[in-house]
């Protein structure tokens, strides 16, 4: 904790736009035990006139024992919090749609039959990850199309594949999370699932490419590799065990 010390922050607030970076720094000298003065530039013109003061291009600005820090990300660092870095990788997207995807299964499950792991359970799992992941590439369908033709096999060969894709996932997971019209989703999840396995194992495995994943879209840091993998394997098991199911 920094008892007894002071910071100065200088942020924007307008009727027309508050800075959110202004009110985080505000928030994190707060938590670290700072006394905050709080001047709110309350116009363009008044903050044009603060930046050109102190030769800065942004704001929030924030000074500390009157010694000018900087931005939020000097703050973060001159009180040694992460900070991070343009274009940084991260599982971070992927960790949260398998988790929520995975307490959203076991939800349905409980609310199906008053029990949280039945055999359906761990179907809704797969079939709810696809779903949501189709939703985030289909956010922006050009950026996801532009990633994932990096390094897919068949949309390279066919590129209007690239843009079919994410509806496809969708319908198979959707059809899953039904339990209807096997004969249509199974066909789909083997499809798109050995097709982009044999993409990301090459990319990866074989040419050793340096790649982001389009798996929860085309404006995402993460990286292609054991976890684009898995996702499609996932997609590979699940046709193949709703086709067994049905023939046994």
């Not at 398998?98 to 179907?123: K, Y």
């Not at 994410?166 to 339990?179: D, K, V, Y």
């Amino acid at each position: 904790m920094a008892q007894g010390k002071t910071a100065s922050l200088h942020r924007m607030v307008t009727d027309e736009h508050i800075c959110p970076f202004g009110l985080k720094a505000r928030d994190l000298l707060d938590r670290e035990g700072y006394e905050v003065e709080d001047h709110k530039l309350r116009s363009r013109a008044e903050t044009d006139r603060f930046m050109d003061e102190h030769g800065v291009d942004t704001t929030p600005q924030v000074f500390i024992e009157g010694q000018r820090v900087g931005g939020l990300d000097d703050v973060r660092a001159y009180l040694g919090k992460p900070v991070r870095q343009d274009g940084e990788v991260s599982y971070r997207p992927v960790i949260a749609v398998f988790a929520t995807a995975a307490l959203m299964a076991l939800a349905t499950s409980w609310a199906a039959f008053g029990s949280l792991l039945m055999g359906r359970t761990v179907e809704w799992f797969v079939a709810i990850s696809m779903c949501i992941l189709a939703v985030l590439k289909l956010r922006d369908l050009e950026s996801f199309s532009n990633m994932f033709l990096g390094y897919d096999l068949l949309a390279q060969r066919f590129v209007r594949y690239a843009y079919v894709y994410p509806f496809g996932e969708a319908i198979a997971g959707i059809l899953m999370i039904a339990g209807a019209l096997v004969w249509i989703a199974a066909p789909i999840a083997l499809f798109i699932g050995t097709f982009g396995a044999v993409s990301v194992f090459k990319a990866v495995y074989l040419d050793r490419r340096d790649l982001k994943c389009a798996c929860v879209g085309g404006q995402s840091n993460v990286p292609l590799g054991f976890v684009s993998l898995t996702e499609n394997l996932m997609m590979v098991a699940m046709g193949l065990w709703m086709i067994a199911r049905q023939v046994l």
